[in-house]
């Protein structure tokens, strides 16, 4: 049954656009408002002027495993602008030069160190990825960057039953589970964009500079406007933890946060890396993945408490001394950069953090939760973002087989 009234989404990172998207496809009168300028959140792209580039806030992956976040892809059009590159994602060790590519036929593990990582047998719940994998050969040149990969948490406090059920997602989700789904474009192109057009194109209203400064039982107070919500009206909060902590006292505990660093570098020509691949995993090295798109070269650190605070000319010394080393390259000088510091790019994933995370209802009469931190079997990622505005959606308009 639809609800005849208004489904206020406040937030348009994916959570909120995923919740829009869903409703207003299927037919319902929606509303978007959003605190920034423009939507996408902690996954957007913009024109840099410095490097005269259109790039990511930070680089990102979703891999076939994703179903959730490709159905939305393919309902909105935006996975025209995403590509499915082949299933190899070769790595080079920095300290030894070594390199190797991991398929899904070519784990660089023996099966006894598999059945570990895909949590067999019981894995308890204090258990971390570093206490469980830690002692395995493979740890520092395929545990240890996937756990980093994923979690944004390091090994040594990331909780081995969430590492565990990624595992299991991407090694037995079927044969395309491992395919690595990438952004030619830029991440708005296809993920934010064609969401935008959607809504859109199904009549709902976007907001933007419109931020919710409180929640009151029958009004939605911003910055710029207060909106009366009447009985059949619903709200999805589809916003950071800590701001939803401030509209709702008492209902989300405090939850840590790790931070993500990227660094992109403007070349002076095309790049290619080893093996036409169009990424690169870094071991033994500050920084973890290298992406190219044309001339512009990416490299993302997850869980980078070690590099924050540092001042952007030392990041990028330092992690172009990495790229040129893993690349080949003369010892010449960074090219033009851009620093993009995520602090609370997202959750720590430690294990107590992860089970104390509140769930999509949120007590409050007509009013749902969503965005990546809402307690999921995911980590914090675009699949559980776009799965926790999906979910939101569901309840609010009690349809519970609502999907794109
Ligand atoms: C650098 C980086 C790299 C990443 N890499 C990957 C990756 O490779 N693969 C992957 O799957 N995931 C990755 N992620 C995680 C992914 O980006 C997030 O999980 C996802 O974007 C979260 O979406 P969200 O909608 O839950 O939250 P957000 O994107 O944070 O959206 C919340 C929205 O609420 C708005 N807002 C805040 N306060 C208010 C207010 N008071 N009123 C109105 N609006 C408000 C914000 O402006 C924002 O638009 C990465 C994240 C970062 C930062």
Redesign the pocket.
């Known amino acids: 049954m639809t609800v005849p009234g208004t489904l206020h989404v ?8 995923a919740a829009g998207v869903a409703a207003a496809k299927a037919g319902v009168r929606v509303a978007v ?4 300028g423009h ?5 957007r792209s913009f024109l840099d002027e410095r490097l005269g580039r259109v790039i990511d ?6 891999l076939g495993a ?1 179903r959730t ?1 490709l159905a939305y892809a393919r309902a909105t059009g935006g996975i025209e602008a995403m590509l499915a590159a082949p299933a190899a994602f070769p790595f080079v060790d920095l300290v030894t030069g070594k390199s190797w590519t991991v398929t899904p036929k070519r784990l660089p593990a023996g099966i006894g160190e598999i059945l570990k990582a895909l949590g067999l047998p019981w894995t308890g719940k204090a258990e971390t990825v570093a206490s469980r994998l830690g002692e395995t050969p493979s740890f520092t040149r395929l545990w240890q960057p996937m756990c980093e ?1 994923i979690m ?1 948490t390091a090994p040594d406090e990331a909780s081995a039953r969430m590492f565990a059920w990624t595992m299991r997602k991407a090694l037995l989700g079927g044969s395309d589970a491992l395919t690595p789904w990438i952004f030619p474009a830029g991440l708005s192109a296809a993920l934010v964009a064609p969401a935008l057009a959607t809504l859109s194109l199904f009549g709902a209203e976007t907001h933007f500079r ?4 409180a929640l009151e039982a029958d009004t939605l107070v ?1 910055d710029d406007a207060e909106v009366p919500l009447g009985p059949a009206d619903r709200v999805i909060l ?3 933890p800590w ?1 939803t902590a401030s ?1 709702l006292p008492g209902l989300v505990p405090d939850l840590p946060t790790r931070p ?1 660093v ?1 660094a992109h570098f403007r070349c002076a020509q095309p790049v290619e890396l080893p093996r036409d691949s169009h990424f690169l995993g870094l071991v033994n090295s500050s920084g973890h993945w290298l992406f190219a798109r044309g001339d512009v070269l990416s490299v ?1 650190v997850s869980a980078a408490g070690a590099l924050v605070d540092m001042d952007n000319e030392s990041i990028a010394d330092r992690l172009w001394d990495e790229i040129r080393r893993a690349l080949g390259m003369p010892p010449i000088a960074p090219p033009p950069y851009r620093i ?1 510091k ?1 602090k609370r ?2 959750l720590a994933h430690d294990n107590h953090t992860v089970v104390v995370r509140p769930g999509p209802v949120s007590g409050r009469n007509g009013v749902f939760l ?4 809402i307690a999921s079997p995911w980590p ?6 776009i799965s ?2 999906l979910t939101a959606a569901r309840l609010a308009l009690a349809r519970p087989g609502l999907t794109f």
Do not use: Q
Not at 10 to 17: D, E, H, N, R, Y
Not at 33 to 36: D, G, K, L, T, V
């Open positions: 406040v937030g348009a990172g994916l959570a909120g656009l408002h959003e605190a920034a939507a996408g959140g902690r996954c806030n930070g680089s990102h992956l979703v994703n976040a990969a944004n419109r931020r919710l400064k911003f589809a916003l950071p701001v509209l993500i990227n993302t993009m995520e790019a997202t969503a965005g990546d931190w914090c990622t675009i699949e559980a973002a926790s505005g």
